[in-house]
């Protein structure tokens, strides 16, 4: 196992575009977590999947973003309409639990410029 | 809502010293958890450390060890003997369901 996976890796659009983010977490991780990241500041949190089921979501998360994991297994994050403050590294995390408090295993990141 | 607070956005060390990062977390939860993650360069958050909220006993990993006090609501970090690879942002995070990160320390290991 290679461990979290991103794709793509960088992504560059244009200011109102929709765009699609992947994650594929370690193979029998059943949490994953999507954050937000900008320069020099922590992650952000968006949202989290136990399984297929999304469990919590940020009030960040606006109605133009969507995430889901429909087999309980890789995620996606849409952005739709983006704008210029949607800029950042996007990150994805999963851990093995069914409780909160396990270490997370983060992915490379998807980082995003909108212009 | 939590809050983490790392109150030294940048640190240096000198090679083979050592070197304590401060982290203050505000929460009205009772059972929760804290880590350490490092982040270096251009590369991926990986977990230095972790500390379950209900053990006194603070947790040790190899050169790095924490100060866990649950009262004062503190969570500091200490690197032994630093080493060049050490250089990276250091976040806190805390965790009672969804995870609460600091803005980071930067830490540079000076040889």
């Known amino acids: 196992d290679t461990g979290v996976s991103q794709d793509p890796r960088h992504k560059i659009t244009k200011r109102g575009q929709n765009v699609t983010f992947r994650c594929d977490p370690i193979s029998e991780h059943n949490r994953l977590y999507w954050y937000r990241q900008t320069l020099g500041q922590g992650p952000e949190f968006l949202t989290y999947f136990q399984n297929e089921a999304q469990l919590e979501k940020s009030r960040l998360l606006s109605d133009r973003f969507s995430a889901e994991r429909p087999k309980g297994s890789f995620s996606t994050l849409e952005i739709q309409r983006t704008e210029q403050g949607d800029s950042a590294m996007y990150l994805c995390a999963s851990s093995l639990s069914t409780r909160t408090g396990e270490s997370q295993y983060f992915g490379p990141g998807t980082r995003l410029l909108v212009l | 809502a939590q809050t983490v607070t790392q109150s030294q956005p940048e640190m240096s060390v000198q090679e083979a010293e050592t070197v304590t990062l401060s982290c203050t977390y505000d929460?009205?939860?009772?059972?929760?958890?804290l880590f350490w993650y490092k982040q270096p360069p251009s590369r991926q958050m990986i977990l230095v450390i972790r500390q379950e909220a209900y053990k006194q006993q603070n947790a040790t990993e190899n050169r790095f060890s924490v100060n866990f006090q649950k009262a004062a609501k503190s969570f500091s970090l200490k690197i032994s003997d630093s080493q060049l690879g050490d250089t990276a942002m250091y976040f806190c995070a805390f965790e009672a369901g969804k995870s609460t990160f600091g803005d980071g320390t930067t830490l540079t290991v000076k040889p």
């Open positions: 929460t009205s939860e009772n059972n929760y958890y």
